[in-house]
């Protein structure tokens, strides 16, 4: 549906988007997501028309829309996509009905077939009481899902979000996401989504995009990407919590963890990064044959189980138990290693094979 083909953006000789190649299938929700400054917004901005690529090309069905190569891009209207940013821009002088009416009237349908459509989008935002409200008579999450309603109105083939919810408070955001899958398969549209919270990523995509540097860093669905994280960044930005990294090295009868020599299972020619997902860790109270010794930061319940910090140094480990015993602040935490890691990376965060 959606190919994205050695998409650049430079802004000044500064590469904001470097080389992205994706395709999209019809019907996906696609997040972006990464680091503030990454290039997500500038992604976003071509895909929407708003900004010409300095290279590459974007292709909407097929169609090409941009031509970095070439110069020249359709314009945003001429695209049937539809763009929402995290401020909501309602026109302040209409009301929530008009604003929603408002693409359908540029797009000259009739009076009575746009009444019609305002009032099923209404409802399926569940906002048909608003109608007659102006902007500042309705809540910020109102607002927001106005902006969505006038988004979907002209029933656009695309749907592009700009971290829509992050302007809302924490609870709000959790149901807008259930309430945005909604719409996104209400509308059959191929969605894609932008945002900085790894954790809207993994529950919202059907696909995920980690961007680092302006660069597609790894493209998978949200399994893949924890099930075999291919960079030492995506094993440490995606998961509840992220996966350990702990800096390893060959040493005399095993290898040295953080520097602190333990038997392992496998061998090592230099050094690299061992990666260990959190419920792979286990915590003791007192020392043992493959523990490493932290000092306590924190201790949080999830969902049944407890999540256990301790930091020394760079070094920051998090485990997630069953059971652990009562640490209080100035105690060490004992984290014990299991012989074989979940993945190794090479100093520069490369998997290793
Ligand atoms: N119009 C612009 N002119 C110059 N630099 C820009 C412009 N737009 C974005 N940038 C730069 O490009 C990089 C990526 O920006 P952006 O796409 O907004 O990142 P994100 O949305 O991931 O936070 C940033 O370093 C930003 O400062
Ligand atoms: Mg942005």
Known sequence: MITISNLSKSFAGFDAVRSVSLEVPEGAFLVLVGPSGCGKSTMLRMLAGLEKPTAGTIAFGGK?????????????????AGLVFQSYALWPHMTVAGNVEWPLEVARMPPAERKARVAEVLRLLGIEQLAGRYPNEISG???????????????????????????????????MRTELLRIHRATGATSIYVTHDQVEAMTMATHVAVLRNGGVEQFGTPEELLATPRTAFVATFVGT???????????????????????????????????????????????????????????????????????????????????APKFAPGDTVHFVIPAKPDALFTPEGEIMA
């Open 64 to 80: 090409t829309v941009s031509d970095g190569d070439r110069g020249w891009m359709i314009e945003p209207a001429r695209r049937d």
């Open 141 to 175: 999450g109102q607002q927001q899902r106005v902006a969505i309603a006038r988004m979907i109105a002209p029933k656009p083939r695309i749907l592009l979000f700009d971290e829509p919810l992050s302007n809302l408070d924490a609870k709000l955001r959790v149901e």
């Open 241 to 323: 919590p992220p996966a350990n990294l702990i800096p390893v090295g060959p040493a005399d009868g095993g290898v040295a963890f953080a520097g602190q020599p333990l038997a392992a299972d496998f061998a090592l020619a230099g050094p690299a990064q061992a990666m260990y997902r959190p419920e792979s860790l286990a915590v003791a109270a007192e020392p043992g044959p493959r523990s490493l010794a932290l000092d306590f930061a924190e201790a949080t319940p999830v969902a049944g189980r407890i999540m256990v910090t301790g930091i020394k140094g760079a070094l920051r480990l998090t485990a997630v138990v069953d059971r």
